[in-house]
């Protein structure tokens, strides 16, 4: 059984940082991808960013230079650093983990969700 564990997420002012973590516990052989994705009140969820391979990324076009995705592959982890917060980042984040190899299959895995509330 693998779980996607989500923390750091809170209330913090425009402006303001703050540092998302989500570790990957589990008989866990490797694991392809991991990211984060975003879903605001009213809308669909999004991406923010994605690691692969600990080196490769991809953000949302709107959020290069404000947040930055990296991850830990021995703990099995990534983070989300995110600087320069808005009101409109204001959502639940979720981690995502995609081609997760336990004894000899794989599979896609979510977190349970964090809230990220960006106001004064």
């Known amino acids: 059984q693998v779980q996607l564990v989500e923390s750091g997420g809170g209330l913090v002012q425009p402006g303001g940082s703050l540092r998302l973590s989500c570790s990957a516990s589990?008989?866990?052989?490797?694991?392809?991808?991991m990211g984060w994705y975003r879903q605001a009140p009213g809308k669909e969820r999004e991406l923010v960013a994605a690691?692969?391979?600990?080196?490769?990324?991809k953000y949302a076009d709107s959020l290069k230079g404000r947040f930055l995705i990296s991850s830990d592959n021995a703990k099995n982890t990534v983070y989300l650093q995110m600087n320069s917060l808005k009101p409109e980042d204001t959502a639940v984040y979720y981690c995502?983990?995609?081609?997760?190899?336990?004894?000899?299959?794989?599979?896609?895995?979510w977190g349970q969700g964090t809230q990220v509330t960006v106001s004064s």
């Open positions: 690691i692969s391979s600990g080196t490769y990324t």
């Open positions: 995502n983990a995609v081609g997760v190899w336990v004894r000899g299959t794989v599979n896609n895995y």
């Open positions: 589990g008989s866990i052989a490797s694991i392809n991808t």
